[in-house]
């Protein structure tokens, strides 16, 4: 299969690019997420991706920060991944959906334990007044969790984005570029080629 057709599926296509950027990057797994306000508002920021299959996109973070929060309103989301050693991007939208507690503990249980420690310490997208802030709510959370295991915190978990489209883009010469976009139908893909 070439790059440069039309795919049946564009997310085994974007499991193939992954397993491509893996071997090729450094950080494979970056993405630009946006979200928005209720009314509109747009906000992005880099997230990793942590799991990609048939029913969509799963990313982790705390559930109250300002993406958490802006999700809570408007379950809706783009993102961007660009790979420039393999002149590839990808574009994903649409609606986010949060993941199980089960799905979201195993995912907790393979993080370090100072990953584990900071998700508990830090209020994310709350003012700090200076590191020593959150320094000493580090301290804090080692000191409670001293010589046990660190639980899911209930404020912190996944969400998935379930894309209702997708598109796949290829650097070409003279900015002559192939684009790809995919709509869901049915239980298919039907895809379309724009103009670079
Ligand atoms: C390479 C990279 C990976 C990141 N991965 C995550 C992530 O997986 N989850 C997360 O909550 N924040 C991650 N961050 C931090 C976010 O970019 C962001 O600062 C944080 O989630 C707060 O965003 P918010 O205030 O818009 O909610 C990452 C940042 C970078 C640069």
Redesign the pocket.
Known sequence: MTDHDLVDDPLAQLRTWLDDARAATE?P??MT?A?ATPDGTP????????GLDEHGLT????RT??????LRLNPRAAVAMHWWELGRQVRVEGVVEEVSMDESTAYWETRPRGSQIAAWASA??QLLVDRAELDARVADVEKRFAGGEVPLPPFWGGYRIVPESVELWIHRDNRLHDRFRYAREGTGWRGERLAP
């Open positions: 950080q797994l970056a997420l979200t906000s992005a920021r880099v997230v990793l991706l942590r990313f982790f973070t705390n920060s300002r993406k958490g929060y802006e994310q997208s």
